[in-house]
């Protein structure tokens, strides 16, 4: 199985920055697909961003794009989000998510998932 710890969550103010980041405890950590989903009071779980299995290739909410960015260093099993020009509605609890090999943008193809990580921008 797949364990996923996030941290780096807190509380900011608009057009700040924070940078997640998510410790996987896997064997084979670079077999993995990883992204970030977040969920606010109220709303269902949405996709923000994901990552290939080497890197390569990254995927964007429209909602982030061009504020957040993703990577993933497979030598230390560790996935990160830097998130920049922070706006109250992103404020949410952040989840790491896990599946083999391939990325889908939605909430029920992933398998692993970790505890999340609070997040909250103030105006």
């Known amino acids: 199985q797949v364990q996923l710890v996030e941290s780096g969550g807190g509380l900011v103010q608009a057009g700040d920055s924070l940078r997640l980041s998510c410790a996987a405890s896997?064997?084979?950590?670079?077999?993995?697909?990883m992204a970030w989903f977040r969920q606010a009071p109220g709303k269902e779980r949405e996709f923000v961003t994901a990552?290939?299995?080497?890197?390569?290739?990254?995927y964007y909410a429209d909602s982030v794009k061009g504020r957040f960015t993703i990577s993933r260093d497979n030598t230390k099993n560790t996935v990160h989000l830097q998130m920049n020009s922070l706006k109250p509605e992103d404020t949410a609890v952040y989840y790491c998510?896990?599946?083999?090999?391939?990325?889908?943008?939605?909430?029920?193809?992933?398998?692993?998932w970790g505890q999340g990580t609070q997040v909250t921008v103030s105006s």
């Open positions: 990552i290939s299995l080497s890197g390569g290739s990254t």
């Open positions: 896997v064997r084979t950590f670079s077999t993995y697909a």
């Open positions: 998510a896990a599946r083999l090999l391939t990325v889908v943008k939605v909430t029920t193809g992933w398998d692993y």
